[in-house]
């Protein structure tokens, strides 16, 4: 989680030479090149049905990183953390039948509530676009989080994930050349976005799988519960972004309730997000 949102905290330092757009296009292609160097995976050899798995777990990928991204323009990182773990954690009441569970779907609203714009510029005040695309990003993450189900059962080890990125590749790069053109081939550009990668894509999808080896699942789900907290703390130190009272409040209802999902559902397989 350091890793990813230190990452995050890379990407969006890049924003002012590069935009959002031009961001994530050049770190989801080095992401992807990274991946496919280290694992080499054979995807010409994958058959159709693969593809129609992958195809839409890759753009859910692209797409939820570009929403995010762009995101980060209009919100502290922290909060646009805590507003995209709202879709998964939608997504995991939506699938549980226990009535207790009504309770952390309150808490977590509680939270949106507590950060929703309430208009007008000042200390506290959000940007009602950032918060609509933080929140999309946060649905795409649903998506991508339903559509790696099926590929897990269709792709055999990480090759899914590799062609995934290579979809998410495809999905966001010419976004990236239309904003940054061909300032995504600068050596800075270039230095910075393979860090960003690395940080926010290869480091973290090893660790991430070491982890899941080593924890149970549940122990595992309440860990990444921490993320939003974390990601506030990497914007208060690489980016001097601070947060007030009430948001912070916010934050820890939302991180509340996504332990509580995690920690009523033993049955459940935690759902690591190594690409965001």
């Known amino acids: 989680m350091l890793s990813i949102q230190g990452g995050a905290a890379f990407a969006k330092s890049l924003f002012p030479v590069l935009g959002p757009a031009g961001t994530t296009g050049l770190r989801v292609t080095l992401a992807a090149g990274l991946l496919g160097l280290a694992f080499r995976p054979r995807l010409r050899e994958l058959p159709s049905a693969a593809w ?34 709202v879709g998964p954690l939608v997504l995991a009441l939506l699938l549980s039948r226990r009535v207790r569970d009504l309770g952390w779907v309150a808490l977590a609203a509680l939270g949106i509530i507590l950060i929703a714009p309430r208009g007008g510029v000042g200390e506290g005040s959000l940007d009602p676009l950032g918060v609509a695309l933080a929140l999309t990003a946060g649905a795409f993450w649903a998506l991508y989080i339903l559509a790696g189900g099926a590929v897990g059962r269709r792709v055999p080890g990480v090759t899914g994930v590799v062609a995934g990125m290579t979809v998410a590749a495809a999905v966001t790069l010419p976004f990236g050349l239309v904003q940054a053109g061909t300032g995504l081939l600068a050596p800075g550009a270039l230095l910075v976005g393979l860090a960003v990668a690395l940080l926010s894509s290869a480091l973290p999808y090893s660790l991430e799988m070491a982890a899941l080896r080593a924890l149970p699942a549940r122990v595992f789900g309440v860990l990444m519960s921490l993320e939003p907290a974390i990601a506030a703390l990497s914007g208060l130190l690489f980016l001097g972004e601070r947060l007030t009272p009430g948001q912070w409040l916010a934050m820890g209802c939302v991180m509340v309730a996504s332990a509580g999902v995690t920690l009523g559902g033993a049955q459940k397989v935690a759902v690591p997000e190594p690409m965001n």
């Open 52 to 85: 129609r798995a992958i195809l839409p777990y890759g753009a859910a990928l692209g797409l939820m990183n570009l929403s995010f991204y762009l995101s980060l323009t209009r919100l502290p990182l922290g909060l646009a953390v805590t507003l995209e773990f």
